[in-house]
Structure formats: C-alpha cells, structure tokens
C-alpha cells in the first residue's frame, strides 16, 4: 500500500469515528432534549387565555357546610347521608382532585383523572375533621378546606392542630376570610388586610404551606371584587351562580350537596356543571 493510500484509509476511519462519536452524542442529546420537553415548567408554557378558560369543561366541585344530625336545611347533612354520597361517588368511578390539579387543568391543559370530583367545606366546622376527613379517606379521597380564620379553637370549630393535621395528610387547606364578611366589601386596604393578608398569613403560618385558594363568603362576589381576588390568590371559588368570563379562574363554579339521596346528587352533579 503506498503512503497516499494508507493516508487515506486512516483519514476515512477517523471520519466514521467522528461521525460515530457525534451520532452518540446526538442520541444522548436527543434523549436530553426529549426529558428537558418533559420537564417543561409552566413558565416556558404559554397559559391559556380567559376566553380558553372559561369554555373548558367544568369539573364537579361539591360544597359541605354541616355534617349532623337533626337539622333542617341545605346547609347540613346527616352523618349517615355524607357517608352515602363518598361511597356513591367511589362506587361510580369518581376520582377526588385538588385544586392544584384543577388549576393546571385549567389554565395549562394538564391532564386530569377519569371522572375527577373536587369536594370542600366550607366554615371550618370539627365535623370536617371528625367525620368528613376520615370518611373521604376510607373512600381514597382527599378534600378542601376553607377556613373561616376567627374560629380557631373554639367550640364545634377546628382547632389549629386539626387544620394543620389535614394539611399533613395531603387535604388542601384554603382561605374562607377572617369572619365571613362579604368580599364584596373588602374595598379599602385597611379591610383587605383584616379579612385577607393578616389572616392568611397566620394561616400559612399554621399548616407551613402557602394557602391560594379562596371561597368567597356565601359565594357572593361581583364583577370588581372577581377582578381583585387575581392579586392573592390563583383561584377563588362561587357556588352555583354564574361564572365570571371575564375572570373565570377567580369565579370556579361548585354547588351545596345538600341532604339528598346520593342518586339524585350524581344526577344534580351532572346538570349544574354542565352549563355557566
Ligand atoms: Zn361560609
């Protein structure tokens, strides 16, 4: 073989060496690139418009205030009753989510569970510690508490061991403002900071979580108040009253899961979240 011949072959080998070599690290980079697409936080996400949140199909969202006996009103189901609802809703496939999850449904397309459920309290009343918790965990559910911050450890109410207890087992705690005053008259700064920053602070304070979820006292929120909420909270919650377009992640609609019988809720469920 002379000189020019043998130059020549070494040249090709170590060009298919380098071709070899770079095409392995292009795998790997690949494979990089593919976990780094996977891996994409929400903030190289675009998020969705209002207009695209607002026509997203709503998930069911319950809402309970009271769970005993002897009562007569939407406010209140019996024990035995909120029992029958959590196995009804096991029982047709229902998946509890968070509102993180449904955050990020919303307004990131994430996927959710089949038939996903979302179910609160409102008011933070001992039941929800003493029957609600419990009977949502033996039917593999987890829930959203909103608490109403003046009533601390007082009597038929949560005491902040319980709140940060449920917080610990992987419920949501959210904020329900500081005495039940209507947003609608949180105006001025002086009243903000009683019925929101202060309390919510102290709330946080207590489960040693952010909280950014609200319900609005008795649901009641209007155009202005909707539009104020995006400065403390990523979603705020209504009852059954009309969403928000303009605002739709601070108006998320539920509805009150009053004493009915379970068959008549699944099918009220249905109705409710199928319209605005
Ligand atoms: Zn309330």
Redesign the pocket.
């Known amino acids: 073989m002379n000189k020019k011949i043998r130059f020549a072959i070494s040249f090709l080998i170590v060009v298919l060496a380098l071709t070899a070599c770079n095409q392995s690290s292009k795998t790997s980079e690949g494979d990089g690139n593919h976990f780094s697409q996977t891996e994409k936080t929400n903030a190289e996400i675009q998020p969705n418009t209002a207009a695209e949140i607002y026509v997203k199909k709503q998930v069911p969202v319950l809402c309970y205030?009271r769970i005993e006996n002897g009562r007569n009103d939407e406010y209140t189901v019996s024990p035995a009753t909120f029992e029958a609802h959590m196995k009804a809703l096991a029982d047709s496939g229902y998946h509890s989510i968070s509102p993180d999850q449904y955050y990020e449904y919303l307004v990131y397309n994430a996927e959710l569970p089949e038939k996903p459920v979302m179910i609160t309290f409102?008011?933070s009343r001992v039941e929800h510690f003493t029957i609600g918790a419990p009977v949502m965990e033996k039917y593999g559910f987890k829930g959203v508490f909103?608490i109403?911050t003046i009533t601390y450890n007082k009597k038929n109410y949560m005491t902040t061991n319980q709140i940060a207890e449920l917080s610990k087992n992987g419920h949501t705690i959210g904020f329900?403002s500081w005495d039940?005053t209507q947003a609608i008259k949180y105006g001025n700064d002086s009243i903000l900071k009683k019925n929101i920053i202060e309390p919510r602070k102290k709330l946080e304070e207590i489960i040693g979580k952010p909280v950014e979820y609200f319900?609005y006292?008795?649901g009641l929120t209007d155009e202005r108040t909707t539009a104020q909420m995006n400065d403390y909270f990523k979603m705020s919650f209504i009852l059954s009253t009309k969403q928000d377009s303009i605002n739709p992640i601070q108006s998320v609609r539920r509805m009150i899961a009053p004493e009915w019988k379970p068959q008549s809720l699944l099918r009220a469920m249905e109705k409710t979240f199928s319209r605005r």
Request: net charge negative; no cysteine; glycine share 0%.
């Open positions: 205030h409102d008011d909103f109403m329900h039940h319900a006292p008795y």
